[in-house]
């Protein structure tokens, strides 16, 4: 149980395109779900935080309008990067939370890693 | 906020022998810690949890221990593996904030054969 997937896992492409990444639980309802951003051996790096039918919220520093998330149901968030430039280029990880627990853990989806040329 | 600091960045061990790797938290009121094993190009996985009211958990050759009064917790993964080698994530999470996770720096396992 508890399996998140990642649609697609990876993606290229060019400067000042927008680009989506889907972000599925695919056995549980999740509440919460998580959008990362990930550089080359460094930690995880939280975007921004969505619940079901509510607009995200993003740590600061990170560019709401840049990065439009949108969590229309308990098993779909999706991160849309506009105008993607090559410091965009990122692996970008989702995680869902399910349950009403206070401490319910997250599950990592597999990762996007998005490439702009 | 909460801060976690993770130690050490990098581990090498020989095969059979045990792995431990600490973290260290700012926030008392953190109450959940999670540690996620993370290979190449994939996403993290739980591998193990802890929650505040617990000062020990084992799973197999996993285990992981909270000092709640020194805040800090450990992981230990003994008769280590070559499948073992990855990154590894601890990570502390509080009531509020929606259960943000604030993680650590990661450490990078290497088992040797």
């Known amino acids: 149980g508890a399996v998140v997937s990642q649609h697609p896992s990876w993606v290229i492409c060019k400067s000042g395109t927008s680009v989506k990444i889907e972000c599925r639980s695919l056995d549980f309802q999740a509440t919460t779900m998580f959008w990362y951003r990930q550089f080359p051996k460094q930690s995880l790096m939280l975007m921004a935080t969505s619940n079901e039918g509510s607009k995200a919220t993003y740590e600061q520093g990170v560019e709401k309008d840049k990065f439009l998330i949108n969590h229309a149901s308990l098993t779909l968030s999706t991160l849309t990067v506009t105008s993607a430039h090559p410091e965009d280029s990122s692996f970008y990880i989702c995680?869902?939370?399910?349950?009403?627990?206070?401490?319910?853990?997250?599950?990592f989806g597999p990762g996007t890693r998005l490439t702009v040329l | 906020g909460e801060n976690v600091e993770q130690h050490p960045s990098t581990l090498s061990v020989q095969e059979g022998d045990s792995a431990v790797i600490k973290c260290t938290y700012s926030?008392?009121?953190?109450?959940?810690f999670p540690w996620y094993k993370q290979e190449l190009g994939k996403g993290p996985q739980l591998i193990i949890d802890?929650?505040?009211?617990?000062g020990e958990k084992k799973d197999q050759r996993i285990a992981v221990t909270l000092n709640k009064t020194a805040k800090h917790f450990s992981l230990h993964i003994t008769e280590t593996q070559p499948e073992d080698s990855a990154v590894y994530f601890c990570?502390?999470?509080?009531?509020?904030?929606?259960?943000?996770?604030?993680f650590g720096s990661g450490t990078k396992l290497n088992v040797k054969p």
């Open positions: 802890i929650r505040s009211n617990v």
């Open positions: 926030d008392s009121a953190s109450n959940y």
């Open positions: 990570a502390a999470s509080g009531r509020y904030n929606f259960n943000k996770f604030y």
């Open positions: 995680s869902a939370r399910g349950g009403i627990s206070g401490t319910d853990t997250q599950y």
